[in-house]
């Protein structure tokens, strides 16, 4: 199977995404959260973040198998070119594969904040399609994931040269594409004519973060630059006279971009969750899927 983790038969990938904490509370109250708000929504899987320049490389492996143990959840490690050299990614790996983890995000990563651009290392990775080779080429049975941009890659403001990386990622093994977020359907679909244009085939993950304050909502700026705030969602919060109206005012707004996805058959919808649960479990609850159905 394409997709990373557990499908329900007449159903969409549904998955949530965490950061590993830096604390043992914090650790502990992820673990908690997890268990108690999100094991009982059944997903096709749950997945880890790197920080940035690898920094999280630890918390992320520990994290993820943690979870993997004490919940039984499919998961899925991020994993970048940034931060790490050849042995280090086969380690990884091995670690992985001997705790039965098979599941693995390709990135490029970012440099820490405030850093210069980081320069390939020699015994490291230039570019996500080095990565993603390297992984099948040591096992192919690692189910890889790449990530894509609907609003365009940051990097790469020429949108033909970024469909031909993007190309060059699935063509070096890649199974599926999760998309970064977004707030227009519009980008997505056309994200998606763009992939089949291409040639690409592969299944294409829609990449969702509810607003859940104007902090938040100033935060997703900063962080993508390029990220497109649609008018009526900004107008919309614009009258919001608390941060509580503000989070329903997301609520609303990414459960209507998830309905028109799953309307459009989309393959799957992942939820950048912040590692908080309120607002991804109303958006859930939306969706209409049995939770009873098991998988």
């Known amino acids: ?103 693995v995000l390709a990135l490029r990563g970012d440099p820490p904040k405030g850093s210069p651009p980081v320069l390939p290392n020699p ?72 992939c089949l244009l291409s040639g690409i085939t592969v299944p294409v993950i829609a990449g969702i973060m509810p607003v859940v304050s104007r902090n938040n909502l100033q935060r997703m700026a900063e962080l993508s630059p390029g990220t497109r705030f649609p008018a009526g969602l900004l107008k919309s919060v614009s009258r919001a006279r608390s941060d509580e109206q503000v989070e329903q005012i997301g609520i609303h707004w990414a459960a209507q971009q998830v309905m028109e996805l799953l309307a459009a058959d989309t393959a799957g919808v992942h939820f950048y969750t912040l590692n908080q649960s309120r607002a991804t479990r109303e958006i859930y609850r939306s969706l209409g899927i049995d939770d009873s159905e098991q998988l």
Do not use: W
């Open 1 to 103: 199977m394409p997709l990373p983790g557990k499908q329900r038969e007449h159903h969409p990938s549904i998955s949530f995404e965490f950061f590993p904490p830096k604390t043992e509370k914090g650790f502990t109250k992820l673990k908690e959260r997890i268990k108690n708000d999100f094991v009982p929504l059944k997903p096709s899987y749950v997945s880890i973040t790197y920080g940035a320049g690898g920094g999280t490389r630890d918390l992320t492996k520990q994290t993820l198998l943690a979870i993997k143990k004490e919940t039984g959840l499919p998961v899925v490690s991020h994993l970048t070119c940034v931060g790490n050299v050849r042995d280090e990614i086969r380690t990884i790996l091995e670690d992985y594969r001997s705790a039965g983890i098979h599941n």
């Open 123 to 194: 015994d490291g990775f230039a570019y996500a399609a080095d990565l993603v080779r390297f992984i099948k080429e040591y096992d192919s049975s690692f189910n890889v994931g790449v990530a894509g941009f609907p609003e365009g890659h940051p990097a790469t403001p020429n949108r033909l040269v970024e469909m031909d990386h993007l190309k060059e990622k699935v063509d070096a093994g890649a199974d599926y594409i999760c998309t970064q977020l977004f707030f227009d359907n519009n980008d997505f679909f056309d994200f998606k004519e763009r």
